[in-house]
C-alpha cells in the first residue's frame, strides 16, 4: 500500500527559502494557515504568526522555522564564475558536484557548485576540505557580462534536490530541517481550527524566519506573543545509522515517534505535560537530553521577557544540513497529534511557575 505524504509538507519541501529569503515558504504557509486562523500576522522579520482565541485559558505558542541552509552570491568573477558564502552550518566536504538553484529577480537560474577536480590535485590536496572560497557556482556563462545579465550578487541559491518517498513512509528531501516543524506548527493550528470546544487555551503557532544564523526570527515574534507556555518544533538527530557513538548522542531512530528533550532549556513543567499527552494519546516517544540550552528556537522563546515556559519536541532526522535529509513522515504526523494533544490539556489558570 502506497504512503501519500499530506501536501502541505510537500509544498513547503519544494519551496526555497534560505535564511533571509524565506518568501517561497512564508507563501505556502500563507495558503494553508491564514484562513483557518482568527489573526494572522506577518512581521519585519518575516515570521507568520497564526492565533486562535481562546476561552480563558493560558496562551501556548509552538515555533516551527521556515528557513533552510542555502549560499549567497557574493563576487562574480571575468570569466563568469560565481562565489558565494554559506548560509547556515554546511559541512564543505558536501558542496561540491551539485546541482543549485539560484533565485533572482527574473526567475530561477541552474547551476553546478564546482572546485577543482581530483585528477588535478597532488597526493596533499586530495586529503584536504576546501575552503567556501575555493568553490564557485558554474552556470555556464561565457563572460562576466553574461553572468550578471542572469545573476546579480546578493541573489541566493539552493540545492536543487526534491522531496521523494525512499520506502513506505520515509522520504529523502532538501529542507525537512526544517519545513516539517513548519509544517506540524501549521497543521496544528488547521486542526484545532476544526474543533474549537476541545480547548481552551490561546494557541499561536509561528512560522518563524532566520533560525538557522541564529534563531533571530523566534527572539523576535516570541517577545511579541508573550506566551504563558511554548513548544519549539524542529528536527532531531536520528542515531540509528552506522558510525554515531549512542554513548554520545544517545538512542533514537526513524519511526519511533517525537522526541522530547529534557535539560535547563526545558521547563520541567512542560515536559511533564507533553510526556502525560503522549501517554494519553498512545503517542510513541523518544528521549534526548541536552544539558545546554539547545540549537533550536527554544533558546530564544525560553529567555524572552521575563521568562517563558518552553519545551522542545523534535523529528528523529538522518543526514542532517545535507542535501538529502531522511524523515519518516509517521513521525511528522506524531508531533501534530502531540502537539493538539498538549493543547487539550491546558486548563485556565494554569502557568509554567515551578
Not at 541552509?69 to 562574480?76: C, D, Q, V
Not at 533565485?103 to 572546485?115: D, L
Not at 521523494?164 to 488547521?190: H, P, Q
Request: proline share 5%; glycine share 10%; aromatic share 6%.
Amino acid at each position: 500500500m502506497s504512503y501519500t505524504p499530506p501536501e502541505f509538507l510537500v509544498d513547503l519541501l519544494k519551496a526555497k527559502s534560505p535564511s533571509g529569503a524565506e518568501g517561497q515558504a512564508q507563501a505556502v504557509f500563507d495558503t494553508y494557515v491564514e484562513d483557518k486562523a482568527d489573526q494572522y500576522q506577518r512581521d519585519t522579520l518575516g515570521n507568520r504568526i497564526a492565533t486562535l482565541d481562546g476561552d480563558g485559558g493560558p496562551s501556548v505558542m509552538f515555533s516551527g522555522h521556515l528557513d533552510e541552509l542555502g549560499f549567497i552570491i557574493n563576487y562574480i568573477d571575468d570569466k563568469g564564475f560565481l562565489y558565494f558564502g554559506a548560509i547556515g552550518g554546511h559541512d564543505r566536504v558536501i558542496i561540491p558536484g551539485r546541482r543549485v538553484i539560484i533565485q533572482t529577480e527574473n526567475g530561477s537560474v541552474k547551476g553546478v557548485t564546482g572546485k577543482r577536480a581530483i585528477h588535478l590535485m597532488n597526493v596533499t590536496d586530495r586529503e584536504k576540505v576546501p575552503q567556501i572560497n575555493e568553490m564557485w557556482i558554474d552556470i555556464a556563462a561565457t563572460n562576466k557580462e553574461d553572468a550578471i545579465s542572469r545573476v546579480q550578487v546578493g541573489d541566493v541559491a539552493t540545492y536543487d534536490h526534491e522531496f521523494e518517498l525512499i520506502n513506505g513512509s520515509v522520504g529523502a528531501a532538501r529542507a525537512f530541517d526544517n519545513k516539517c516543524g513548519a509544517y506540524i506548527v501549521g497543521e496544528t493550528i488547521r486542526r484545532l481550527a476544526q474543533d474549537r470546544s476541545s480547548f481552551c487555551a490561546k494557541v499561536v503557532s509561528v512560522g518563524t524566519s532566520q533560525e538557522e544564523i541564529g534563531v533571530r526570527g523566534a527572539t523576535t515574534s516570541s517577545y511579541g506573543v508573550n506566551p504563558d507556555f511554548a513548544v519549539a518544533v524542529d528536527v532531531g538527530h536520528s542515531t540509528d545509522h552506522p558510525d554515531c557513538d549512542k554513548r554520545k548522542f544517545g538512542a533514537t531512530k526513524l519511526g519511533g515517534g517525537p522526541i522530547v528533550t529534557r535539560g535547563p532549556n526545558i521547563n520541567p513543567i512542560v515536559y511533564k505535560k507533553l510526556i502525560q499527552a503522549a501517554k494519553d494519546s498512545d503517542i510513541p516517544i523518544q528521549l534526548e537530553g541536552d544539558p545546554r540550552p539547545t540549537g533550536t528556537d527554544a533558546r530564544a522563546i525560553q529567555m524572552a521577557r521575563d521568562g517563558v515556559a518552553t519545551g522542545l519536541i523534535s523529528v528523529p532526522l538522518r543526514y542532517m544540513h545535507t542535501p538529502s535529509e531522511m524523515v519518516d513522515l509517521e513521525d511528522v504526523e506524531r508531533c501534530v497529534q502531540l502537539l493538539v494533544a498538549f493543547c487539550k490539556d491546558l486548563q485556565v489558570g494554569e502557568n509554567g511557575n515551578w
